[in-house]
């Protein structure tokens, strides 16, 4: 089946879509694809009600003939998610479970549901998935100085992650009593993993007639749209105020690769429709930074903000210094919001 047409009416699925990185997917298809009608997965009719007012402030029209709410509160139940799907031409999965010690497991069976429930509605032509550049293509900025690309695969996260679950029950606790997020990074880079590589699997398996993209984002900075601060978004209001957990993650966690929100979700969009990327991974980044820039660049515009002294760590500090492909990615944006924006807009929207 051939990719979605962006000039041709179409229905598209955003699971999760109060989240940071979906809710600017649904804003940006309202903004810049007339032709889709967007239907957003929501836990509560409240959230759906949030969301909407959300988006109308942001100037768009979502009146119901542009934007509809499917109710899904389970992301393994193929109920729901099958009645989310009906008429459905492309799908957006960006939605990941709750956080527990089954995240590998959860989230696996998440994304087959998704593929499955595709298949079985008969109308998808595309299916986009989020995965993570820094989970399942690599650790953050690792190899340092090397070079990495859409063939590369984090196998390290899923040997951590198996490593972990052998541990004892009392020493699983320990590791989550770590300030440093250590139990929390283990399932995050492993959920993200394998369930990009069984998503292949089944495709491989299963040959629907529909396509698969996965778009692979790093750290994701930019404004923030819609409820609370949340993911890494959140990294810039800790280091705006100064707190421990903002200490605690620039000594625990390394530099990397960075993308604005709203070019990760014009990739998303885009993917729906490009033919040239068809059943490809999408290195979605912009450019790198460390520690040291992103405090710099909140100096500079927030003098006064009580933000934390640099970094020393030569592998959290400065800028990252691994190299990637992200050519195919780069034709589809165009040209990427940079790091300095980005964050200076981050900031804004959570009012500084």
Not at 110 to 134: E, F, Y
Not at 255 to 279: C, G, I, T, Y
Request: a negative charge; aromatic letters at 8%; one cysteine or more.
């Amino acid at each position: 089946m051939p990719a979605l047409a962006a000039e041709k009416p179409a229905t598209i699925l955003v699971t999760g879509a109060t989240g940071y990185i979906a809710s600017h997917v649904v804003l940006a298809a309202l903004q810049s694809f007339p032709n889709y009608k967007v239907r957003g997965t929501v836990r509560a009719e409240e959230k759906a009600k949030d969301l909407r007012a959300a988006l109308s402030k942001q100037g768009v029209d979502t009146s119901d003939s542009h934007l509809e709410f499917a109710y899904v509160d389970d992301l393994l139940s193929e109920h729901q998610i099958g009645k989310a799907m009906v008429g459905v031409h492309g799908v957006a999965h960006i939605a990941l479970p709750n956080i527990s010690e089954n995240l590998v497991e959860d989230a696996t069976a998440s994304v087959l549901t998704v593929l499955k429930c595709a298949q079985k509605a008969g109308t998808v032509q595309r299916v986009v998935i989020t995965s993570s550049s820094c989970a399942s293509v690599s650790m953050p900025c690792s190899p340092r100085d090397g070079f990495v690309d859409a063939g590369t695969w984090n196998d390290s996260a899923i040997e951590r992650w198996r490593n972990y679950k052998a541990l004892s029950e009392e020493e699983r606790t320990a590791i989550k009593r770590r300030t440093d997020g250590s139990w929390f990074w283990y399932l995050y880079e492993a959920c993200k993993t394998v369930s990009e590589k069984e998503a292949w699997k089944w495709m491989e398996k299963n040959k629907p007639e529909f396509d698969l993209v996965t778009v692979l984002p790093n750290a994701n900075f930019g404004p923030v749209i819609y409820g609370e601060v949340s993911s890494t978004a959140e990294w810039i209001a800790m280091l705006l105020k100064n707190t421990e957990r903002a200490v605690e993650a620039t000594q625990s966690i390394a530099s990397q690769w960075h993308v604005d929100v709203r070019d990760d979700a014009k990739v998303h969009l885009l993917s729906l429709s490009a033919p040239e990327v068809a059943n490809k991974r999408l290195w979605t980044v912009s450019d790198p930074w460390g520690w040291n820039d992103i405090l710099a660049i909140l100096r500079n515009h927030f003098p006064g903000t009580p933000v934390p002294s640099d970094v020393d760590d030569p592998d959290k500090g400065p800028t990252c210094q691994m190299h990637v492909e992200h050519a195919l990615a780069t034709k589809l944006v165009g040209s990427w919001i940079g790091l300095e924006k980005s964050v200076v807009d981050t900031a804004m929207s959570i009012g500084y």
